[in-house]
């Protein structure tokens, strides 16, 4: 969704109409996840697409809804006018993205302090961060 999202955003318009367009998007996804974090919702495909092991519904209500709401606030709040809201939208929609899959395909080698994060992963989330924000930064009509 993330990724999605970002390739998306130069698409819709600089003005303020832009960023809530934009943000109805990770916004709906954020309340089908509340709904399905409530268990209001039941949808075991999703669940099991989305969450790893444990309280699956728990999961889905912390990660992907504070995920898709940070996107939603910032799109609403900051569309294209604050460099800091940019580089968040890209650090959360690439290098959140990226990171988990880097991790567990080349992260032997865990973090001293996060035995659930490898270095591999850090070092993508780091890289796919800083250039999907050199992308954005780097077009003229951001």
């Given at each position: 969704m993330g990724l999605v999202f970002t390739l998306c955003w130069p698409r819709f318009s600089s003005g303020n109409q832009g960023g809530f367009l934009a943000a109805m998007v990770p916004g709906f996804n954020a309340f089908k996840m509340l709904l399905l974090g409530l268990e209001m919702r039941k949808d075991e495909k999703a669940v099991k697409l989305m969450s790893g092991l444990g309280d699956h519904y728990r999961q889905i209500l912390k990660a992907s809804f504070y995920f898709l709401t940070a996107i939603s606030?910032?799109?609403?709040?900051?569309?294209?006018?604050?460099?800091?809201?940019?580089?968040?939208?890209?650090?959360?929609?690439?290098?959140?993205?990226?990171?988990?899959?880097?991790?567990?395909?080349?992260?032997?080698?865990?973090?001293?302090?996060?035995?659930?994060?490898?270095?591999?992963?850090?070092?993508?989330?780091?890289?796919?961060?800083?250039?999907?924000?050199?992308?954005?930064?780097?077009?003229n009509d951001r």
């Open positions: 606030l910032a799109s609403v709040v900051y569309w294209r006018t604050s460099p800091v809201a940019v580089a968040a939208v890209c650090k959360l929609c690439a290098g959140d993205r990226i990171a988990p899959i880097v991790g567990r395909r080349f992260g032997s080698l865990k973090l001293p302090y996060n035995k659930n994060k490898s270095i591999a992963g850090t070092i993508a989330m780091v890289a796919a961060s800083f250039l999907a924000s050199i992308f954005f930064f780097s077009r």
